[in-house]
Antibody, heavy 121, light 107 residues
Framework: EVQLLESGGGLVQPGGSLRLSCAAS????????MSWVRQAPGKGLEWVSA????????YYADSVKGRFTISRDNSKNTLYLQMNSLRAEDTAVYYC??????????????WGRGTLVTVSS | DIQMTQSPSSLSASVGDRVSITCRAS??????LNWYQQKPGKAPKLLIY???TLQSGVPSRFSGRGSGTDFTLTISSLQPEDFATYYC?????????FGGGTKVEIK
């Protein structure tokens, strides 16, 4: 079955760190760029970061640049998001998403169920 | 960054109605525009990419059109399962950005 399964969310204090994981199955993971998209409670969608299939190229939203690091392990079919210096405004459901096959045109054709990150003291 | 503005932010409609949602980009994005549907507590689902290409498995009552800065998602005959929030997203350049969403509610 083609699916993405996120894990690693939870409650963390401001200034703390958390690492999210996304396990992929049912497709050739290394052939696709992957992204993280988040959604604050009751709010809209915000793209956070993306990584190419090889892992050689990474992209970030300005709101997380310098604090978050995206990476992948193609041998384990797993995507990661290391989140440091967390702020209250990072509180959100974090979705892992598979990018489209064409790296010149990105859309998200497969999404995980999401994992909730709460930043609070 | 490219700003995406959706209108209306919400609408009420009845089953069988024709519904249109507009998305406007702050600069030309040619046809680098995608549409998603999200139901409460669920992940978004891709409906349309490249402004007008229907994703596999999506009912043909959904359609998209537009280019440049102005785009429209149309549902030709609203069904009970279509009550949801709809988002547009540009993929012309990073950072990828989404519209604020349009909530389609039952009248």
């Amino acid at each position: 079955e083609v699916q993405l399964l996120e894990s690693g969310g939870g409650l963390v204090q401001p200034g703390g760190s958390l690492r999210l994981s996304c396990a992929a199955s049912g497709f050739t993971f290394s052939s696709y760029a992957m992204s993280w998209v988040r959604q604050a409670p009751g709010k809209g969608l915000e793209w956070v970061s993306a990584i190419s299939g090889s892992g050689g190229s990474t992209y970030y939203a300005d709101s997380v640049k310098g604090r978050f690091t995206i990476s992948r392990d193609n041998s384990k079919n797993t995507l990661y998001l290391q989140m440091n210096s967390l702020r209250a405004e990072d509180t959100a459901v974090y979705y892992c998403a598979k990018n489209s096959p064409n790296e010149d045109y990105w859309y998200f054709d497969l999404w995980g169920r999401g994992t909730l990150v709460t930043v609070s003291s | 960054d490219i700003q995406m503005t959706q209108s209306p932010s919400s609408l009420s409609a009845s089953v069988g109605d024709r519904v249109s949602i507009t998305c406007r980009a702050s600069q030309s994005i040619t046809t680098y525009l995608n549409w998603y549907q999200q139901k409460p507590g669920k992940a978004p689902k891709l409906l349309i990419y490249a402004a007008s290409t229907l994703q596999s498995g999506v009912p043909s009552r959904f359609s998209g059109r537009g280019s440049g800065t102005d785009f429209t998602l149309t549902i030709s005959s609203l069904q009970p399962e279509d009550f949801a929030t709809y988002y547009c997203q540009q993929s012309y350049r990073t950072p990828l950005t989404f519209g604020g969403g349009t909530k389609v509610e039952i009248k």
